[in-house]
């Protein structure tokens, strides 16, 4: 066992005014499996690159093991797999390869195949395999889900339940819940450790949030108190002086230089009473923490003329030779959400496609009225530049409402200045997701909506979904999500 000691860090990416990381201090042992989580943009990954040396901060970060980081930037792509394993680790043993491989269950045919013809799920087990044959190192693992299906992440999850000596990202609840013992949260003010799993320290959160709310509401009264205090105190000396130009009762003119003296007294009693006040107010304020913002959404989904929004009856696509799903039929009617399930590679985002009218080569019937107005959430967030405000109006969406969205999806103000292009990859998803919402349409279609999307955001979208019940068809995942959503399941 060792210590990663983290000590009065402070970092912020040149040329910006917003510091990351303020004063940061904790601990962390490497035996641990260590879950990280937090709201989008709140530095996990820059935390990351900070332990592995990528930038220059104040504080000190001190520890005794090296460390790998997860996914490994493979350049030669063309390459057989065993070769780009060879890269990545030039002293690897075999036998201890198979070993991981075989845990993975992945057949050693892919060590002899080109790495870019593996499924990402694939890419994703042989590139952690060869993260765990090194030794005495701490793996940083980033959001190794993105590109894995629901029966891959179960499986990769029991993998990783099996080892320790690791800090692993994830946004999928089930998945962290599998697998790791310790929680490390970078919350609104403070970054904390607990012992546990998510759920574990999802459940102490929910308990200190409502403690902190009555706290909060509690402070708000002294906070309020004291100003209206503040103000009374400053209005002394005022209502004194003012009197200078007064008269007493009696009709005999008031001498304006003793009254002068009093309101100078007073004045200097007033200010050091509401220094005191000032100070204690501030005190108060920032004991006002924790909270997240997780105000529900709304949205308003146009109605339809008639139930059933779509029909496919026994659809195949194919490409070129290849048949990517056979025999497909299912209907979309309105007020369902429905989930398309099934292994990667089994056509969902095909069935997505064509749905939303891209030229495909299927067989069999859609039945799709050409009045249905759709909004398409795709994976691929490489598209988005410029700010905000020229994207909605782009895109013909309300501003207010778009940047309303994203403000309880925990966007701060700040960074509706900044270009798009510059977001994290939860960040830009959630733009395609506060775009689509604030289209006026009578179907969602989301392709993998939540990639990268942080955890309380995603029950925040759950939530709404509930809440609003609009018609939507989804492949995601997450089965936290899909359990709590899906009102139908076509699995392919």
């Known amino acids: 066992m060792s210590l990663i000691n983290v000590a009065n860090l402070t970092f912020a990416y040149e040329g910006s005014y917003d510091n990351i990381f303020e004063n940061v201090s904790f601990q962390i042992d490497t035996d641990w499996k260590l879950g990280f989580t937090g709201r989008n943009g709140r530095g996990k990954t820059t935390f990351l690159s900070l332990l592995l040396g990528k930038y220059e901060y104040s504080g000190t970060i001190s520890a005794k093991v090296d460390f ?3 996914p490994f930037s493979v350049e030669n792509k063309e390459n057989n797999t065993l070769d780009v394993i060879s890269d990545i680790y030039p002293d690897y043993i075999h036998w201890k390869l198979m070993r991981e491989l075989s845990l993975l269950k992945v057949s050693e045919d892919v060590l002899y195949r080109p790495f870019d013809s593996l499924s990402n799920g694939e890419q994703t087990k042989v590139l952690l395999a060869a993260l765990f044959i090194k030794e005495n190192s701490l793996l940083l693992i980033d959001e190794p889900t993105n590109h894995l299906d629901l029966n891959a992440r179960k499986l990769v999850s029991a993998y990783l339940n099996t080892k320790s000596s690791f800090i692993l990202v994830s946004h999928d609840r089930s998945f962290l819940d599998n697998c790791v013992d310790h929680i490390l949260s970078i ?15 999802w459940e102490n959160k929910r308990r200190q949030d409502h403690f902190e709310l009555a706290e909060n509401e509690k402070l708000r009264r002294d906070i309020k108190r004291l100003s209206d205090s503040s103000k009374r105190t400053g209005n002394w000396s005022h209502e004194v002086e003012k009197s200078k130009n007064g008269t007493r009762n009696s009709g005999s003119k008031l001498d304006k230089g003793y009254v002068g003296h009093k309101a100078a007294k007073m004045m200097k009693r007033s200010k050091a009473i509401e220094q005191r006040q000032q100070s204690a107010i501030a005190e108060k304020s920032k004991l006002l923490k924790n909270i997240e913002n997780s105000d529900s959404l709304e949205i308003s989904q146009l109605d339809y003329h008639k139930n059933e929004l779509v029909e496919l009856e026994h659809v195949s696509i194919q490409y070129g030779e290849k048949i990517v799903c056979a025999d497909i039929s299912f209907s979309i ?30 067989t069999g019937t859609l039945r799709k009225d ?8 795709s994976q691929d967030t490489s598209h988005l530049q410029g700010n905000l405000t020229d994207y909605a109006r782009s895109n013909g969406i309300d501003e207010s409402l778009f940047k309303s969205i994203l403000r309880k999806l925990d966007f701060s103000r700040v960074q509706f200045e900044k270009d798009i292009s510059a977001f994290s990859g939860g960040q830009k998803k959630k733009v395609l997701i506060a775009k689509s919402l604030s289209e006026k349409v009578h179907l969602h279609i989301w392709d993998e ?9 995603r029950m925040q979208i759950e939530e709404l979904l ?25 699995q392919l």
Do not use: M
């Open 449 to 457: 909506p939540l990639n990268f999307i942080d955890i309380i955001s």
């Open 68 to 70: 790998d980081y997860f």
């Open 187 to 201: 919350n609104k003010t403070n970054i904390e450790i607990q012992k546990g799993n998510f759920s574990a320290w």
């Open 466 to 490: 509930l809440e609003y019940t609009p018609t939507i068809l989804f492949v995601e995942h997450d089965s936290e999500f899909c359990n709590n959503i899906a009102t139908k399941i076509i």
């Open 370 to 377: 050409s009045q249905l107005t759709i909004s398409y959430v």
């Open 333 to 362: 009617e309105q007020g369902e959400r429905i989930a398309l399930s099934g292994i990667n590679g089994s056509g969902k985002s095909s069935i997505i496609k064509l749905i939303c009218g891209e030229e495909l080569d299927y």
